[in-house]
């Protein structure tokens, strides 16, 4: 099953309730109560966010966290990047993929492009679009995105 790590879920909730740069604000404890996360797991998020550049702090009594930019231009794929790492579904997707059987794989490079189209849909998802999506975003075409065939030049469906 794909699914993002749980501090991931949590990281893109804090990151819905800070406001954007130039708008003030937002302490750790803040964000905690508004959130219902426990303050030291906000704290942790908030650190690793700003060391991936999707959060700037000011020190201070005065001081706080605030997006570092518009939240139209914060990604789904940036955030699990933050907090995850890059996506990779396979071991062999990852850049730095490591297995032994990929000179014999006969199926390596259709996860790897299964790996790019999901990267390319996280990417179009924006943090504005996840705070604002009341129902379902539109998800792109995958098959047509992956290009995918079944060997006698018919496009071949996931499960289809």
Known sequence: ????????????????????????????GQVAGQTHLAQPTVSKLLKAMTRAGLVVSTRGAQGGYALARPATDITAAQIIDALDGPVAI???????????????????????????????????????????????????????????????GNSAGLGT
């Open 90 to 152: 396979t071991e062999c997707s990852s850049a730095a993929g490591n297995c032994d059987l990929e000179p014999v794989c006969r199926v390596g490079h259709a996860w790897q492009k299964i790996n790019v189209g999901i990267r390319k849909a996280l990417a179009q998802v924006s943090l504005a679009d996840l705070q604002h999506a009341a129902d379902p975003l539109d998800t792109p075409d995958l098959r047509g995105a992956l290009q995918l065939h079944d060997g006698r």
């Open 1 to 28: 099953m794909l699914r993002i790590s749980r501090l991931t879920d949590y990281g893109t909730l804090i990151l819905a309730q800070l406001p954007d740069t130039g708008r003030g604000l937002a302490s750790a």
